[in-house]
């Protein structure tokens, strides 16, 4: 998992505030996969994006949440007006996509805390 | 739908004991991969094994070892003479073959005791 990196590893945020978390992809590697983990539990898929575009949003849930990958930059997943359920790890990977392979890389999560 | 199960919460074991660790996947793609990742307590998730839909010779590298069965949809782990520093989650997962996304089980917690 070396190369995909996240920032920051870990956030505190109060209730109502903002969260933003960013994940920069592997060099090469254009699709960007966004995961969450809540305590005590598996990951669960949130978003694809490739650069420019939302792929697969099917996880995400419907309202606070929303997830980029501009041309140039990190991706970043925003979290308005968080809540205590907010609280968890989120993962980022990044793959080069297409059909020759599906091999995941996945950078250290970042750790959100809502008080 | 695609659905991974990993029915065993938490394994304890004492030191050099072996251990296996189950995993059984459903999926209608004809195409896909399967993967093992742990996850220590320091919590990052750490890549062990991928493999593909259409290899199905088993696997071992050093003392972990994969027995990938298409028949009964099952791809399990095991750990030979276990080790203290085995003990963490270990987490199965399925790839989605148009999107590569990842399907995962809910994990597996191994104690490994002195």
């Known amino acids: 998992n070396a190369g995909v990196m996240q920032n920051p590893r870990h956030l505190v945020r109060r209730r109502g505030q903002e969260a933003r978390l960013r994940c920069s992809p592997m060099k090469g590697h254009s699709h960007v996969y966004w995961y969450r983990q809540l305590p005590e539990e598996g990951l669960k898929f949130m978003v694809y994006l490739q650069k420019e575009n939302i792929i697969d949003e099917s996880g995400m849930p419907k309202e606070r949440f929303s997830a980029e990958f501009p041309k140039e930059g990190p991706s970043i997943l925003r979290i308005q007006q968080v809540v205590r359920g907010d609280s968890a790890a989120y993962f980022c990977?990044?793959?080069?996509?297409?059909?020759?392979?599906?091999?995941?890389?996945f950078g250290q999560g970042t750790r959100l805390t809502v008080v | 739908a695609q659905k991974v199960t990993q029915a065993q919460t938490e394994i304890s074991v004492v030191e050099k004991e072996d251990v296996t660790l189950d995993c059984v996947y459903e999926?209608?793609?004809?195409?896909?991969?399967l993967f093992w990742y742990k996850q220590p307590p320091s919590g990052e998730l750490v890549f062990l094994i991928r493999r593909n839909s259409f290899d199905e010779q088993n696997e071992i590298s050093g003392r972990y070892s994969w027995n990938f069965q298409k028949s009964t949809s099952s791809f399990n782990f095991t750990i030979t003479a276990s080790q203290v520093v085995d003990s963490a989650v270990y987490f199965c997962a399925l790839s989605d073959n148009n999107t590569d996304k990842l399907i995962f089980g809910t994990g597996t917690r191994l104690q490994v005791f002195p």
């Open positions: 999926t209608r793609d004809t195409t896909y991969y």
């Open positions: 990977a990044s793959s080069p996509g297409g059909s020759a392979v599906a091999e995941a890389f």
